[in-house]
């Protein structure tokens, strides 16, 4: 079965993706221009395509320029006069889903107490992004007497009123000192509070200190956080939701990340991130 999306390119051109199943590689269609889809997984705000905000950009090849293609209008197109698609952080300590990542990325969960090692190795880096934030990010300290914190921060909200004031709460970034706080039910929502506020739904995009933690929590602890592309098209509610960091990312950052995981883990990690089946996956809600 094929399905269909309607989205625009950075152009506001009107773009047909045609895919299978929950393959992120499939046929587009604009105007009278068709190509082969490729999705290359980098967060950036020059996104190709709007529609893919949390995926990074998407690469059309062969895509010629043709002046003469005309933007489909929204009313006649049902698919891209629907609802506009939602992303959203996706915080979740229920260990049957990361057994399901596990499983999908064909990197096995380990012991507590190995997962506990490998996030405490990761406390150098962590720091040192947290130290970034307050350095150049305009962020600060927050005193807490709570020392299973390894940190926390704060900062004002990036929202502004007519009159140039903070338009929202305080913003806050914590994280425990112990990865099995992530799993504790009496703490689950303080993480839920962390992870599905504006600081990764919307400052992340802009502040790369922000984005390097999420990413790398999805590689400490495959699945505890997500994030996820809601569509709400005729059919039913589609939500692809990403388990890994782009691929680019992971090669980028490898010289840090062999120091945490080994090169063993390191190989499976850059092979699941490249590999769109591993690290993504589609979940049809029927309407």
Not at 42 to 68: E, F, I, K
Not at 146 to 160: A, G, K, N, Q, V
Not at 195 to 208: A, G, L, Q
Not at 268 to 278: E, G, N, V, W
Request: aromatic share 10%.
């Amino acid at each position: 079965m094929y399905y269909e999306r309607g989205v625009k390119d950075d152009e506001g051109r009107g773009l047909l993706w045609r895919h299978k199943g929950s393959a992120l590689e499939g046929e587009a269609t604009r105007g009278r221009v068709s190509g082969r889809l490729h999705v290359y997984l980098r967060p950036t705000l020059m996104a190709r395509l709007a529609v893919t905000d949390w995926l990074g950009y998407v690469h059309c090849s062969p895509w010629p320029r043709q002046n003469s293609i005309k933007p489909p209008s929204s009313r006649s197109d049902p698919i891209l006069s629907m609802a506009r698609p939602r992303t959203e952080v996706i915080f979740s300590s229920d260990v049957r889903n990361m057994d399901d990542w596990a499983r999908r990325t064909h990197i096995p969960l380990t012991t507590a107490d190995a997962l506990g090692a490998t996030y405490a190795r990761a406390h150098r880096w962590l720091q040192a992004l947290r130290l970034t934030l307050v350095r150049e990010y305009k962020w600060s300290d927050a005193p807490t007497p709570d020392h299973r914190l390894l940190f926390s921060l704060e900062t004002s909200s990036i929202w502004r009123s007519s009159a140039g004031l903070p338009a929202g709460p305080q913003l806050i970034l914590q994280l425990p000192v112990h990865a099995s706080s992530f799993f504790s039910p009496e703490r689950r929502v303080q993480w839920q509070i962390v992870f599905h506020s504006d600081t990764f739904e919307s400052v992340r995009k802009i502040c790369p200190p922000v984005n390097d933690i999420l990413n790398l929590i999805q590689c400490l602890l495959t699945g505890l956080v997500t994030i996820s592309f809601e569509e709400r098209l005729p059919e039913g509610t589609y939500r692809t939701i990403r388990g890994l960091p782009p691929v680019e990312w992971i090669t980028q950052n490898e010289k840090d990340l062999l120091k945490i995981f080994g090169p063993d883990h390191y190989r499976a990690l850059a092979r699941a991130s490249r590999d769109t089946q591993s690290s993504f996956k589609l979940e049809v809600v029927p309407h």
